[in-house]
């Protein structure tokens, strides 16, 4: 559940929006070190407070089967989930079984969905080997293909687009598990008459990318993916609209602030990756400017404003460039890009275009889940340092240049953070280390197992027995990343406190390849300290 509208809410959005501007572990050391040996290694390393990325990249895809809707599979791993949704799509007339319920409720929305999707193919994209020798990449493609299982269902012909399942306000009239739902399970559409370019352009995106996930291990699925994507790209650009217009039940708690401009530039880049084809690479050049692709320097890469990510993934496209125009406006995509990342690591002149940082050094943006902000920060971040790593170059902030080993190095530090290394000496990631949320936010977690306790619960029954409850959730959100500290690093662990205990799908995505990425630059440290002896 996120609610971007409500009136102080929004307001403070809006602004912000378009400004421009623990399980802790010892390093993997050869198993025949001797004890000296590995005495001086873990002296030397205690400091730099090492985490286990691996155990953190295998608990955060765990926490999409938690996700999960519709009828769960034979190799279900979380075992106090069950079949849930099975009728929905029903009273329309279409099959919308499937797909994830994007946070603490039981309510599917297509935008945070699809972005969930489309972050969690770039990371397979950008790190695949890292996520193959972390024994991950199984889990990753099955938490892919999830979605876009989904999203086919979803199109059901190529100018209508099925955005939304059940609705967010009866949905928080009751606090049930999702096996005992007794709420609307109506569904909305969006069409020729009821356009939403920002939502079919991000499903289009999230499907090509997802596409280039499955090209070689599933030619068949990724052409069938592509084909999709490029019918959605075409609805969305014909018939323009934002998808909140069309759908006014999505307006309290996913309205497209931003949009559908920076939606319909990120589709067609991604279109252009997947396919290599000049229409989609003219689009992104041509529409730059009155899209505000290369207007908008923004400090902020969300569920609705995909501006950062298109310049950052821009970036990369300067060496296609045929023509003097086009490296020129790649050029002021990458401007873009790095005013951003810039921000991220407060070296920007002005101090009002830097992100500010809580005490404890974490990035914060907002009070209402300010996680999903520090994630998709460090995602880009990373992304950017290999960049640059590949193209020999340094990130060009106004106060200096900052080379790919300091970018990376504060991504990590962000991540560690989330992990543990923080003022509340807390983890943030639900399940990794000995202490972390355990009254998340979230309605099938904080009620008995339906596989262990089949008696219905109803809507007033969940909140009278369990919501209230003092005690631990009786089931743990494994991989969630909940919304994470105030501004001065503090956090109630509470159930009613959603804008900290909540955790959402688009919070945990961006991680998977950060966290393979780490394991492997951790790896590669150990190695060199093993070697240095």
């Not at 291990?217 to 069938?224: A, Q, R, V």
Request: charged share 20%; with cysteine.
């Amino acid at each position: 559940m996120y609610l971007p509208s409500t009136p102080k809410e929004k307001g403070t959005m809006e602004k912000h929006r378009m400004l421009i501007h623990n399980h802790q572990q010892i390093p993997r050391f050869a198993r025949h070190c001797c004890l000296i040996l590995f005495s001086l290694l873990f002296i030397s390393s205690a400091t730099a407070q090492p985490f286990d990325y691996a155990d953190a990249l295998s608990k955060s895809l765990l926490y999409f089967e938690s996700q999960r809707s519709g009828r769960l599979p034979y190799n279900q791993r979380v075992s106090w989930r069950d079949h849930s949704g099975l009728t929905d799509g029903l009273e329309q007339g279409v099959d919308l079984v499937g797909g994830y319920y994007d946070a603490g409720d039981h309510v599917k929305f297509g935008l945070p969905m699809a972005f969930t999707v489309t972050m969690l193919s770039w990371g397979v994209i950008e790190f695949r080997d890292q996520i193959v020798n972390g024994g991950e990449l199984e889990h990753a493609l099955e938490a892919i293909k999830w979605g876009t299982d989904y999203f086919i269902k979803a199109h059901a012909s190529p100018n209508v687009l099925w955005a939304e399942v059940g609705d967010g306000d009866t949905d928080h009239y009751c606090w049930q598990r999702p096996e005992d739902m007794t709420t609307s399970r109506r569904a909305y559409k969006i069409d020729e008459n009821n356009p939403g370019s920002d939502l079919a352009g991000e499903t289009a995106a999230a499907m090509a990318a997802a596409s280039i996930v499955f090209k070689k291990t599933n030619p068949h699925y990724s052409h069938l993916l592509l084909h999709h994507a490029q019918e959605l790209f075409e609805f969305g650009d014909k018939y323009r609209g934002k998808y909140d217009g069309s759908v006014g039940v999505v307006k309290s708690y996913y309205a497209s602030v931003s949009g559908f401009m920076d939606e319909l530039l990120w589709a067609a880049l991604w279109l252009y990756e997947a396919t290599d084809k000049e229409d989609y690479f003219k689009y992104v050049i041509n529409k730059a400017h009155c899209f505000g692709g290369i207007g908008w320097a923004i400090s902020e890469f969300s569920w609705d404003v995909k501006y950062a990510g298109l310049q950052v993934l821009a970036s990369k496209l300067l060496l296609k460039a045929k023509l003097q125009h086009e490296a020129h406006v790649l050029k002021q995509y990458r401007s873009k890009a790095e005013y951003y990342l810039c921000s991220c690591l407060n070296k920007n002149n002005a101090s009002n275009d830097n992100i500010e940082r809580t005490p404890g050094g974490l990035l914060y943006v907002r009070q209402w889940n300010n996680m999903q902000y520090v994630s998709t920060a460090v995602f880009l971040l990373t992304v950017y340092s290999d960049f640059l790593h590949d193209s020999n170059e340094h990130l060009r902030c106004p106060s200096r240049p900052v080379d790919r080993e300091e970018i990376l190095s504060f991504a990590k530090s962000q991540v560690d953070y989330i992990l543990g290394s923080n003022p509340m000496n807390m983890s943030y990631l639900v399940g990794y280390g000995s202490k972390y949320p355990t009254r998340v936010h979230h309605r099938g977690a904080s009620i008995v197992s339906y596989r262990e306790n089949k008696g219905f619960i109803g809507c007033t029954q969940g909140y009278d027995n369990w919501y209230g409850r003092g005690e631990p959730n009786p089931n743990v959100l494994v991989g969630a990343l909940v919304g994470g500290p105030d501004c001065q690093d503090n956090f109630m662990d509470q159930r009613d406190n959603y804008m900290q205990t909540e955790a959402c799908t688009y919070n945990t995505a961006p991680l998977v390849g950060v966290f393979a990425r780490l394991l492997q630059l951790e790896e590669s440290h150990d190695q060199e300290r093993v070697a240095s002896f």
